[in-house]
Structure formats: C-alpha cells, structure tokens
C-alpha cells in the first residue's frame, strides 16, 4: 500500500537527477561551442588586422616616396587645442616672439602714423580744414594701411594690431583733453569718431581689394567728408594709398614685429609708379 508512493518518489528522484545531469552537459556543451567561437572569431580578427597592416604598410611607403620627391607648399601655423581655448575665453595664446616687444613695436608703428606724416601738406592739398577731425582722417588712413600689412603675419600680427589701436585712442583721447574739450563733447566725439574709424575699415578694405573707382568712392566717403569737388584731389590720394601698400608691402614682416618702423613716401613725387628701396631696420637682440 505504501509501496507505489515510495516508488514514485523515488523515480522522480532519479528522473530529476538524470535531468540536471543533461543540463550541465547542455551548459559545458553550451560553454564549449561559444569559446569555439570567440577562439575562431579572434584568429580571423587578427589575420584581417595583418593583412591589413601589411597592405597599409606598403601604401604609406609608396607615398612617402612621392612626397621626398615633390616639394610642399608652406602651410599655416598649427594651434593647438589648448590655445584655443584660451583664445576663445578672449586671452592670448602663446606667441612666436615676447608679448611685450610686439606692444613696443605696436606704439613705434603708431608713432610714424603721427610723427612720420605731413599733415599741413594734406590738409593743403586735400582742402581739409585743420582741425582735430581733419588730423584724425588722415591719421587713420595710415593706421590702416599699417593694419592691412601688419594683418598678414598671423596671430602675431592680429595681436599688434590690436595695441596700434588701443595706442591711436590714447592718443586721440589725450590730445582732446589738451584741446580743452570737456568730457561731455570728449566722450560724444570719441563715440563719432570710433564709429567713423570702423566704417572707414570697412570701406578702404573693399577699396584696396577693388578698382581705383571703389578707393575713390571710399576715400571721398571717409577722409574728404562727402565734400570733395576736386577730382584731381581724389586721383592724388588714390595714387597714394596704391603706391604706399606696394611700398609697405615690400618690408620684412619679422622686422615690423620687432621694430614697427615705417617709412613713408611723399605724398606728391614725380614717379609715383617707381618702387623705393626698402631700408633694412637694425634691432638688438632685444627688439629695441
């Protein structure tokens, strides 16, 4: 009577047992066929990778034999990541020569912007009243041919840039205050003539990038106040400004880092189409 569940039990027991046994040979058969795999997939990976490496081996070789064989062009100077950064956060970055030569250099190019010029024979020649307006176009005539060439030596160059306008505003600012200009009329005089510096920019780049026309328009726009009659007066200022950017574009541009020295031609001269030779500035090993 008691025999039949004692059997079942004990059969249920063994089927049990039998089953787990299967299972585990399933999970090792299991186990065994997926590091199969991952053995066969990783030898395959590897002959791929070398036969890869091999072929790209020999590809770099052929072109690193072209290119012994042809010369590069010069390319642009590489900034790193950090540097921009820096320069995006509005700081400077490290540059090829010391910050404080290239202010020093900047003020020196701002001094022959002012002291370098005749503006009594400007003012002559062009019919400009003689005034502080008046010296500040023609002024920023010559701060922005300087800026134009100065422009082109990278991030050197933007940096000097930036200090030969600061120093024109001193400037502006100190003889104002010597004129006697309150600080009412200072402060709205300084606001008109920064905006007219800007639109100036603007106008001499397009200029100088186009024809004779386009200068004159922008010269008769800027420096002569919309009130030029004298045709004659805007051929002698457009024949200036050509033959003064081929003049300044002509010097050393690590010279005008280190220096800022900026020679002139006259404003009236018989040859105007003839190139001056270029005198080379001396500098100590300091800049100076």
Not at 209 to 237: H, I, K, T
Request: glycine share 4%.
């Amino acid at each position: 009577m008691y025999r039949r569940p004692l059997q079942s039990a004990v059969r249920n027991i063994i089927h049990t047992s039998k089953s787990r046994v299967t299972f585990g040979k399933a999970l090792e058969q299991e186990a065994c066929l997926a590091r199969a795999l991952i053995a066969c997939r990783l030898l395959g990976a590897t002959a791929t990778s070398l036969s890869q490496t091999q072929c790209r081996t020999l590809h770099i070789t052929s072109q690193l034999f072209n290119v012994k064989e042809t010369p590069q062009a010069a390319t642009e100077e590489e900034v790193g990541a950090f540097t921009k950064l820096i320069e995006a956060m509005g700081f400077t970055g490290p540059l090829k020569y010391n910050k404080w030569k290239i202010k020093i250099a900047a003020l020196r190019m701002y001094t022959c912007c002012v002291e370098r010029i005749n503006y009594d024979e400007f003012f002559e020649k062009c019919s400009l009243p003689d005034t502080l307006n008046s010296w500040f176009l023609v002024a920023q005539l010559h701060v922005w041919m300087c800026l134009v060439r100065v422009r082109q030596e990278g991030r050197e160059g933007k940096y000097m840039c930036r200090y030969i306008v600061h120093s024109m505003w001193e400037d502006v600012e100190q003889r104002s205050k010597i004129m006697g200009i309150d600080a009412i009329h200072r402060k709205e005089s300084m606001r008109a003539m920064t905006e007219t510096f800007y639109a100036a920019i603007f106008g001499y780049d397009e200029g100088i990038l186009s024809d004779d026309g386009v200068l004159a328009a922008a010269l008769w726009r800027n420096m002569f106040n919309r009130q030029c009659e004298d045709p004659r007066q805007l051929e002698l200022m457009v024949e200036y400004v050509r033959k003064q950017m081929q003049f300044i574009d002509a010097l050393d541009g690590e010279d005008l880092l280190l220096t800022g020295e900026v020679n002139w031609r006259p404003l009236v001269e018989e040859n105007a189409q003839s190139i001056l030779k270029v005198p080379t500035p001396t500098y100590n090993d300091a800049g100076l």
